[in-house]
């Protein structure tokens, strides 16, 4: 069974860091990149950051850029989210998310995001 | 930034068809997937390659999209499709979602 595990989030203080984990189980963890998305209190789903499936490739939405990293092991079948920095609008449940992948009738690829955990809240508060 | 343009809300009675649009610049030449989204719940992939069907996503769902919008259909809309419905986009390496619809099926 395809499923993803979200751990790592808490209460944190303002300016502080704190690292996510996402377990998988049921599939080749190796296949497929890994997202994160995020939903603040009362707001719709921001995309956080994705890793490739080897690890090589590596992007974050920008109001993240330079304080949250995407990072991986696949020895461990885990995506990680290390966030440094943490702000009151980084309080949010966060998701990790699969990213599969689909060869179009152009023969270029596209990912979509099939897969998701359950989410665990983070709360950046003093 | 792009940005994709969803309304806030839509009603339907139950067995009435509900339509969600997305809508952002030049949205045909992309791939959009649409998420369904319960409280307290994951969100679940109903649509993706703009009108494919996962397996367990029933085929009361389809979706379109064409020129500057893509549309999300629920036929014969059910109590249980009540739920914030999601379209998401690529631009580039950044995907972007839109800002969600509430359905609600009364």
């Known amino acids: 069974q395809v499923q993803l595990v979200e751990s790592g989030g808490g209460v944190v203080q303002p300016g502080r860091s704190l690292k996510l984990s996402c377990s998988a189980t049921?599939?080749?963890?190796?296949?497929?990149?890994m997202n994160w998305v995020r939903q603040a209190p009362g707001k719709g789903l921001e995309w956080v950051g994705k890793?490739?499936?080897?690890?090589?490739?590596?992007n974050h939405v920008d109001s993240v850029k330079g304080r949250f990293t995407v990072s991986r092991d696949d020895s461990k079948n885990t995506v990680f989210l290390q966030m440094h920095g943490l702000r009151a609008e980084d309080t949010a449940v966060y998701y990790c998310?699969?990213?599969?992948?689909?060869?179009?009738?152009?023969?270029?690829?596209?990912?979509?995001?099939?897969?998701w955990g359950k989410g665990t809240t983070v709360t950046v508060s003093s | 930034s792009y940005e994709l343009t969803q309304p806030p809300s839509v009603s339907v009675s139950p067995g009435q068809t509900a339509t969600v649009s997305c809508s952002g610049d030049?949205?045909?030449?992309?791939?959009v997937s649409w998420f369904q989204h319960k409280p307290g719940q994951s969100p679940v992939l109903v649509i993706y390659?703009?009108?494919l069907r996962p397996s367990g996503t029933p085929q009361r769902f389809s979706a379109s999209n064409s020129g500057s919008t893509a549309t999300l259909t629920i036929s014969g809309t059910q109590s249980v499709d009540e739920a914030d419905y999601y379209c998401?986009?690529?631009?580039?390496?950044?995907?972007?979602f839109g800002g969600g619809t509430k359905l609600t099926v009364l």
């Open positions: 998310a699969r990213d599969n992948i689909a060869v179009v009738p152009s023969g270029a690829y596209y990912y979509y995001m099939d897969v």
């Open positions: 049921g599939f080749i963890f190796s296949d497929y990149g």
């Open positions: 890793i490739s499936y080897d690890g090589s490739k590596k």
């Open positions: 030049e949205l045909g030449e992309k791939f």
């Open positions: 390659q703009d009108y």
């Open positions: 998401q986009a690529w631009d580039s390496t950044t995907a972007i």
